[in-house]
C-alpha cells in the first residue's frame, strides 16, 4: 500500500487499480442507484453528524492529556501526506461550543464524537484525569442543552503511548485497561451520557496500524494480526460487561467498517474469489462472528494460536443496543501467489465512476452490507455511523458549493432507504463529517466536512450540502435530486 491511503480504508485497495478507471468525482449518476419506495424517513429516525477526537480537539498536552500513538506517529518523517499535524485540527478542544451550535443549526439530534482515552487516563491505567473528564462533562452538557444526543466512542485509534509502549493492542493486559477506562467513564458521565460505542473501525486499526504500517502504531508485522484482533474484541466485551455493571440503561454499540469483498475481474474470475473470501474473512466476519455469533471464521484459526483462551467467546459475545455501519466503498482484491498473504490490490470495474482515494463509488455496497447484516446475524438494530465523500485532494481551502457531496450523501441514503424497505431495522444515519478535519496520514489534503474551515482564523463555513443535510434532516424528506 502507498501512501495516502486513509482510513477508509480497505476500499482504497482500488488505488492499484485507478488508472483503469475514469475519475468523475462524487455526483455522476451511474447503474448503483437504488430503487425505493418512499423518500420519508421515520419520524424517529435519527440525523446526526461524526467526528474523532485525534482529529478535531487539538490541544495536545491541555488539562494533562497524555501523549497517544497518533502524537508519536504523526512525528514521524514521511508519516504525514502534506508533513502536518493535529496539534490544532478544528480546534474543537476549545471551541466545541460552535460545533454544537453548528450541529443545532442543521436540526440534527445527534453527534458522535469520541473521548480521548489518554484525556482520562493519561499512561491508559492507573490514576484518573479528573480535568480531562471534565471537558467531557461540558461537552455532553452542551449538546444536552441544545437537544442533541451525545453518542461517544471510547476508542477511535489514539492509543494512549504508555500502553503501546508494553505491547498496546497485541497485549492482553489492555483489554482489561480498556475495561477500566469504560467503567471510568461511565461512572463519571453515565447518568446523562447514555449513548455509548466501544471500538471505531477496529479492522482498519488492525490492518492499518499494525500489517501495513500506514497507520499509527506504524507496525508491519502480519504475525501481529490475531492478538490484537482478539484483544480488541476481547476487550470490547470486557467493557460492556463493565458498562452494565456501572449504568444499566445505557445503550451500548460498536462501529465497524463493513464492506463488500469482491473478486477483481468480476463475479466469474473464479480464480480471484479465494482472495476476496480471505479478505472478506479478516476485515469483516473477525469483528461481526465473535460478536454475534460466538465464533471465529475458520481463517483466523492458525493467527489465533497461542492468543484464544477457555471462555474467551463468551466474554466476547455481549448483547448490544445496536451495531454502527461504517461505509465507503468496496474492496477489488486479486490472487497473489507471491505475496505472504496470497492477497493483492485488484482494480474495481472498468470505468467505474470513483472518489478522490480512487475507490468506487457504489451505494449499492451500502444495501448489500446491510442485508448481509440483517440476513446471516440476526438483523440487529443498526445505524449508519458513518459515511461522507471527500473533496478532491489538495492543500486549498474547501469547497463550499459542493454539489458532489449533496448527490453522494444522496444515493447513499436511497440505499439506506432501501435497506429499511427490505426489512433492515435501521435507526439513524451520521454523516461523516461536521468540519474539514485532520484527516489520520493524509493530513489536511483531504476533505470530509459539511463545514469548511480557515486553518489561519479557524473560521468555519458551512457548505451547500450542510444546508442540504440540514433541509432531509428537518422534514425526514430525501429530495429525489
Request: aromatic share 10%.
Amino acid at each position: 500500500m502507498g501512501k495516502g491511503i486513509s482510513r477508509r480504508a480497505l476500499g482504497a485497495l482500488a488505488v492499484g487499480g485507478a488508472a483503469s478507471a475514469t475519475l468523475s468525482g462524487c455526483d455522476r449518476v451511474g447503474p448503483t442507484e437504488a430503487t425505493i419506495k418512499s423518500r420519508r424517513f421515520p419520524n424517529d429516525f435519527v440525523w446526526g453528524v461524526a467526528t474523532a477526537a485525534f482529529q478535531t480537539e487539538g490541544s495536545p498536552t491541555a488539562d494533562g492529556r497524555g501523549p497517544t500513538i497518533w502524537d508519536t506517529f504523526e512525528k514521524q518523517p514521511g508519516r504525514i501526506k502534506d508533513g502536518s499535524n493535529a496539534d490544532v485540527a478544528t480546534d474543537s478542544y476549545r471551541r466545541y461550543a460552535e460545533d454544537i451550535d453548528l450541529i443545532a443549526g442543521a436540526g440534527l439530534k445527534a453527534f458522535r464524537f469520541s473521548i480521548a482515552w489518554s484525556r482520562v487516563l493519561p499512561t491508559g491505567a492507573g490514576s484518573v484525569n479528573a480535568a480531562g473528564l471534565d471537558h467531557y462533562d461540558r461537552l455532553v452538557d452542551a449538546c444536552l442543552a441544545k437537544g442533541i444526543t451525545p453518542y461517544a466512542t471510547l476508542f477511535h485509534w489514539d492509543l494512549p503511548q504508555a500502553l503501546q509502549d508494553k505491547g498496546g493492542w497485541s497485549a492482553r493486559d489492555t483489554a482489561n485497561s480498556f475495561a477500566d477506562y469504560a467503567a471510568t467513564v461511565a461512572a463519571r458521565l453515565g447518568d446523562r451520557l447514555k449513548h455509548i460505542i466501544t471500538l471505531n473501525e477496529p479492522a482498519v486499526h488492525t490492518v492499518f496500524g499494525h500489517v501495513l504500517g500506514e497507520h499509527a502504531p506504524g507496525l508491519k508485522d502480519i504475525a501481529l494480526l490475531g492478538p490484537t484482533t482478539h484483544h480488541m474484541n476481547l476487550g470490547q466485551g470486557l467493557a460492556i460487561q463493565a458498562l452494565r455493571a456501572a449504568k444499566g440503561d445505557l445503550r451500548i454499540g460498536t462501529t465497524q467498517a463493513l464492506q463488500p469483498c469482491r473478486p477483481a475481474g468480476g463475479p466469474l474470475a473464479f480464480w480471484n474469489r479465494p482472495a476476496s473470501d480471505g479478505l472478506d474473512a479478516l476485515w469483516n466476519k473477525a469483528w461481526l462472528d465473535p460478536l454475534l455469533k460466538g465464533t471465529y471464521p475458520a481463517a483466523m484459526g492458525d493467527f489465533l494460536k497461542g492468543h484464544l483462551r477457555d471462555g474467551d467467546l463468551e466474554i466476547i459475545r455481549q448483547p448490544i443496543d445496536f451495531l454502527g455501519v461504517n461505509y465507503y466503498a468496496p474492496a477489488y482484491v486479486k490472487l497473489d501467489l507471491a505475496s505472504p498473504s496470497q492477497i493483492a490490490v485488484g482494480a474495481p470495474p472498468k470505468g467505474a465512476e470513483l472518489d478522490a482515494f480512487g475507490r468506487q463509488i457504489d451505494p449499492s455496497g451500502l444495501a448489500e452490507v446491510l442485508e448481509r447484516v440483517r440476513r446471516d446475524y440476526g438483523n440487529p438494530p443498526v445505524l449508519i455511523t458513518e459515511n461522507g465523500c471527500s473533496d478532491p485532494f489538495g492543500d486549498g481551502p474547501g469547497v463550499i458549493d459542493d454539489g458532489f457531496r449533496v448527490q453522494y450523501l444522496r444515493r447513499h441514503l436511497e440505499a439506506v432507504k432501501s435497506a429499511m424497505e427490505a426489512g433492515s431495522r435501521i435507526g439513524g444515519y451520521f454523516a461523516w463529517t461536521l468540519i474539514d478535519n485532520w484527516e489520520w496520514d493524509i493530513g489536511y489534503t483531504s476533505k470530509f466536512g459539511l463545514v469548511a474551515m480557515d486553518r489561519a482564523t479557524g473560521v468555519r463555513t458551512p457548505k451547500a450540502s450542510y444546508g442540504w443535510f440540514k433541509q432531509v434532516a428537518t422534514t425526514g424528506l430525501l429530495p429525489a435530486t
